[in-house]
């Protein structure tokens, strides 16, 4: 178990509240007895040094159902909490470190004995050297306080109580986070942001702050066009949601987007790369500043930031062909979303019109301008303007067209035999339309689908990439909301998008089977292998118990997600035994 880091100098018992409540001694964890017991100490641990009232313990412990002699209760339980974290005391003596006052029990916490403490001590330490220019080492220290949770706050307890005060520790993790962001954006860090940005907005959907970093860190990775779909994600969100708008700072920030405002710029720009190594060159004596450990209980998600397919597609820009749309008559989002990405990011599932024409039919087209005597010369190149939407081509076959008239017209004109001023044109004509044409039609088959410089990414596509990422790490945090939601159970009624995802572990067969290269064999296996052996951990997992083969799973990979079913039954702490009253002196 990770403990929180104190300097060698610091006290020898030390608690911790970010995350399952423990308390340590010398290096050792202390066995603080029933859950009963754990949760009167965290109760003493929420207000350090000041005491609080029996009736106070009872109200936060057990709710609204106390136990009939709860004084009695709660003395027991401190009695064993003393046992634990005053072995020496000898049965008579008052408590030194868990005491009894007029006004209740009060546990007093050494400096920096407390985990809670010590996080907040070191946030605004690094707010104060932010403040002093240092956004580098601010971050790092940031990053180093946050590392010091362990999970959720005052994980296993439960009531109203523990509740709310969950809730202020955790809006105290928020705050540091997005500090820990704005210090990245800072020095130039937006590209490795992102991620990390996108799986905090999906466990933060509430806080505007970071949806307007992660718009920020789009747009100075170069990113536009995601960066405007975030925010159409996040006003979407808030009108469903509340009704309302986005603040007036996402909107300012929208609109500087919209118009490309240079102050929006980020420091690494001016460098010769995204990533920023100017910034890194500013801070050798900082290497943790460069490269942070992100906090352990939640590791960004790998797969959240697919690079986008730098070839043209059919899939940007252009409708799915009847294929492609055909091959899912059961998915109602694969149709509009999942069909074209996957046959722009797996291009073995698009039709193949960019495929390399075969030498044999290269020959023939570039014989067809000599052999027709150049008639055939403007067809062939009008087909390809057409098939390339390409105006320059469409007026070199006017051209040729034009060059074609001029030709028959000079042969019908001619009367006699002997030579006139016009025969040299109309033989240059001839020449142009035959040899001409044959050189530029061996040059157009050659590549029939030429790069046009970098590709207009289609929005609809980055948002519903977007939207699958944020639903991936919805699930992977927090896997009981994404069952509520439905996350990859396109048959079922909701109002969560989730970018065309397909849950393995809960879609029904005939949704399998309508994916593209699953037939309907291989999803009845898919079906039968997750009752006989279990939910699968993975997408992976398809591939590794021989269920589907590995290029239909790496092609089918961004479209599907594994949501760890509901457990069949939550475990229950079972109730302490009656309490035996303590003598007065002992208390």
């Known amino acids: 178990m990770e403990v929180v880091a104190l300097p060698d100098e610091g006290p020898s018992t030390r608690f911790e509240i970010l995350g399952r409540t423990a308390a340590w001694r010398d290096g050792r964890e202390l066995d603080l007895g029933p859950g009963k017991q754990r949760a009167v100490l965290a109760v003493l641990l929420l207000t350090p040094g000041r005491p609080v009232p029996t009736a106070s313990i009872v109200r936060a412990v057990w709710g609204d159902e106390p136990p009939d002699n709860g004084a009695n209760v709660v003395q027991k339980y401190v009695a064993g909490l003393r046992r634990v974290l005053e072995p020496d005391r000898s049965?008579?003596?008052?408590?030194?470190?868990?005491?009894?006052?007029?006004?209740?029990?009060?546990?007093?916490?050494?400096?920096?004995?407390?985990?809670?403490?010590?996080?907040?001590?070191?946030?605004?330490?690094?707010?104060?050297?932010?403040?002093?220019?240092?956004?580098?080492?601010?971050?790092?220290?940031?990053?180093?306080?946050?590392?010091?949770?362990?999970?959720?706050?005052?994980?296993?307890?439960?009531?109203?109580?523990?509740?709310?005060?969950?809730?202020?520790?955790?809006?105290?993790?928020?705050?540091?986070l997005?500090?820990?962001?704005?210090?990245?954006?800072?020095?130039?860090?937006?590209?490795?942001?992102?991620?990390?940005?996108?799986?905090?907005?999906?466990?933060?959907?509430?806080?505007?702050?970071?949806?307007?970093?992660?718009?920020l860190a789009l747009y100075r990775c170069g990113r536009q066009a995601e960066a405007l779909a975030a925010y159409r994600d996040a006003r979407d969100f808030f009108a469903a949601e509340f009704g309302v708008e986005p603040g007036e700072r996402l909107q300012s920030l929208h609109l500087g987007i919209l118009r490309s405002d240079p102050s929006l710029a980020g420091?690494?720009?001016?460098?010769?790369?995204?990533?920023?190594?100017?910034?890194?060159?500013?801070?050798?004596?900082?290497?943790?500043?460069?490269?942070?450990?992100?906090?352990?209980?939640?590791?960004?998600?790998?797969?959240?930031?697919?690079?986008?397919?730098?070839?043209?597609?059919?899939?940007?820009?252009?409708?799915?062909?009847?294929?492609?749309?055909?091959?899912?008559?059961?998915?109602?989002?694969?149709?509009?979303?999942?069909?074209?990405?996957?046959?722009?990011?797996?291009?073995?599932?698009?039709?193949?019109?960019?495929?390399?024409?075969?030498?044999?039919?290269?020959a023939v087209l570039a014989a067809l301008p000599v052999l027709s005597f150049g008639m055939l010369t403007s067809a062939l190149v009008a087909y390809y303007a057409a098939r390339r939407r390409s105006r320059p081509l469409a007026l070199m076959a006017g051209g040729y067209l034009a060059l074609s008239a001029f030709f028959v017209t000079g042969i019908l004109s001619i009367t006699s035999e002997e030579p006139t001023l016009w025969d040299g044109p109309v033989f240059f004509a001839l020449i142009l339309t035959m040899l001409g044409g044959a050189v530029h039609l061996a040059v157009l088959t050659a590549d029939p689908y030429p790069s046009a410089g970098p590709p207009v990414p289609d929005v609809r596509l980055i948002e519903g990439r977007v939207r699958r990422a944020q639903a991936r790490s919805l699930a992977a945090h927090h896997p009981s909301i994404a069952r509520t939601l439905g996350i990859g159970?396109?048959?079922?009624?909701?109002?969560?998008?989730?970018?065309?995802?397909?849950?393995?572990?809960?879609?029904?067969?005939?949704?399998?089977?309508?994916?593209?290269?699953?037939?309907?064999?291989?999803?009845?296996?898919?079906?039968?292998?997750?009752?006989?052996?279990?939910?699968?951990?993975?997408?992976?997992?398809?591939?590794?118990?021989?269920?589907?083969?590995?290029?239909?799973?790496?092609?089918?990979?961004?479209?599907?997600?594994?949501?760890?079913?509901?457990?069949?039954?939550?475990?229950?702490?079972?109730?302490?035994?009656?309490?035996?009253?303590?003598?007065?002196?002992?208390?």
């Open 91 to 176: 049965p008579r003596a008052p408590g030194r470190l868990l005491a009894l006052t007029g006004a209740g029990y009060a546990l007093h916490v050494p400096p920096g004995g407390l985990d809670a403490e010590v996080f907040q001590d070191r946030v605004k330490a690094a707010r104060s050297v932010r403040d002093e220019g240092d956004a580098a080492g601010a971050e790092a220290m940031l990053r180093e306080a946050l590392a010091m949770w362990r999970g959720p706050a005052l994980a296993g307890l439960h009531g109203a109580f523990f509740d709310a005060a969950r809730d202020r520790l955790e809006e105290t993790r928020a705050a540091a």
């Open 178 to 215: 997005e500090a820990c962001a704005e210090a990245g954006l800072d020095v130039g860090e937006h590209a490795r942001l992102v991620p990390e940005l996108l799986r905090l907005v999906a466990e933060f959907p509430l806080r505007e702050g970071f949806r307007y970093l992660l718009m």
């Open 267 to 362: 420091p690494s720009l001016a460098g010769p790369s995204v990533a920023g190594p100017s910034v890194a060159a500013e801070q050798p004596a900082r290497p943790e500043a460069v490269a942070p450990a992100a906090p352990p209980f939640a590791p960004p998600d790998p797969a959240l930031d697919p690079p986008l397919d730098p070839r043209p597609s059919p899939a940007v820009g252009v409708a799915p062909s009847a294929p492609m749309a055909a091959a899912h008559p059961h998915l109602p989002h694969l149709g509009a979303h999942a069909a074209p990405h996957l046959a722009a990011e797996h291009p073995v599932w698009a039709p193949p019109v960019g495929r390399p024409v075969p030498w044999p039919l290269r």
């Open 489 to 587: 159970r396109p048959d079922l009624p909701r109002t969560f998008d989730d970018g065309g995802l397909v849950d393995v572990n809960a879609a029904p067969e005939h949704l399998l089977a309508a994916l593209p290269g699953v037939d309907p064999h291989h999803a009845k296996l898919i079906v039968l292998a997750r009752a006989a052996h279990g939910p699968l951990a993975s997408v992976d997992d398809l591939a590794t118990r021989n269920i589907l083969p590995y290029e239909t799973v790496h092609a089918l990979r961004d479209m599907l997600i594994t949501v760890p079913p509901a457990p069949d039954a939550a475990d229950a702490e079972p109730e302490p035994a009656p309490p035996s009253v303590e003598s007065a002196s002992g208390a």
